[in-house]
């Protein structure tokens, strides 16, 4: 990155953890940056370009934290349910991932926007690794593929980016039922 472009990154980032996507402007990001408005412009399209940018960044930052305080080797229903509780948790005070549950039309941005970013994404790498494991320690039920274990869980990913269509006064609850029918269906 450009050091001017840095420079915004991370204005945008810091007003954007600070005040939230609603009640940030790119007048305020330049600002803060140090740069005039147009120079925004040569380096990202609008608001939501921005935006996009920070929420991946902030997203793989939290994941990487996360992962880095699990034991990968802990019973399956054990370490799937605590890596759930600190996605939410480090979601719950962080208005950059929160626009992620609280924003719909971000929401539905980001889906958009990162058709592949599940695949690419360090939870994903770290599922890989994880079934790997589980079937080399014999937790798995024969029969059951690689892929359809992938296909299970990145259903979930489908469910969370439709959470705002799901009625429910307690999603994480939810997903906690779901990720338990899968672990079920596919643990010995």
């Given at each position: 990155m450009e050091e001017?472009?840095?420079?915004?990154?991370t204005a945008a980032h810091d007003l954007f953890l600070a005040q939230g996507f609603k009640h940030t402007s790119i007048a305020e990001?330049?600002?803060q940056a140090g740069v005039a408005v147009g120079t925004f412009y040569n380096f990202y399209q609008s608001k939501f370009d921005i935006f996009i940018q920070v929420y991946?960044?902030?997203n793989e930052h939290a994941k990487g934290s996360i992962l880095a305080t699990v034991d990968l080797d802990a019973a399956p229903a054990d370490l799937v349910k605590t890596i759930i509780q600190q996605i939410f948790a480090q979601s719950a005070h962080n208005?950059?991932?929160q626009e992620w549950f609280s924003n719909p039309q971000l929401n539905a941005l980001i889906a958009k926007t990162n058709q592949n970013a599940v695949e690419d994404s360090l939870v994903y790498a770290t599922?890989?690794?994880?079934?790997?494991?589980?079937?080399?320690?014999?937790?798995?039920?024969s029969g059951i593929s690689k892929q359809r274990i992938i296909s299970l869980f990145n259903a979930l990913t489908v469910v969370d980016l439709h959470q705002s269509e799901i009625q429910t006064d307690d999603y994480y609850q939810l997903l906690n039922d779901l990720i338990a029918g899968?672990?079920?269906f596919i643990l010995k």
């Amino acid at each position: 990155m450009e050091e001017k472009q840095t420079r915004l990154f991370t204005a945008a980032h810091d007003l954007f953890l600070a005040q939230g996507f609603k009640h940030t402007s790119i007048a305020e990001i330049a600002e803060q940056a140090g740069v005039a408005v147009g120079t925004f412009y040569n380096f990202y399209q609008s608001k939501f370009d921005i935006f996009i940018q920070v929420y991946n960044a902030e997203n793989e930052h939290a994941k990487g934290s996360i992962l880095a305080t699990v034991d990968l080797d802990a019973a399956p229903a054990d370490l799937v349910k605590t890596i759930i509780q600190q996605i939410f948790a480090q979601s719950a005070h962080n208005q950059i991932l929160q626009e992620w549950f609280s924003n719909p039309q971000l929401n539905a941005l980001i889906a958009k926007t990162n058709q592949n970013a599940v695949e690419d994404s360090l939870v994903y790498a770290t599922l890989m690794q994880l079934i790997d494991r589980w079937q080399a320690r014999g937790l798995l039920k024969s029969g059951i593929s690689k892929q359809r274990i992938i296909s299970l869980f990145n259903a979930l990913t489908v469910v969370d980016l439709h959470q705002s269509e799901i009625q429910t006064d307690d999603y994480y609850q939810l997903l906690n039922d779901l990720i338990a029918g899968i672990l079920a269906f596919i643990l010995k």
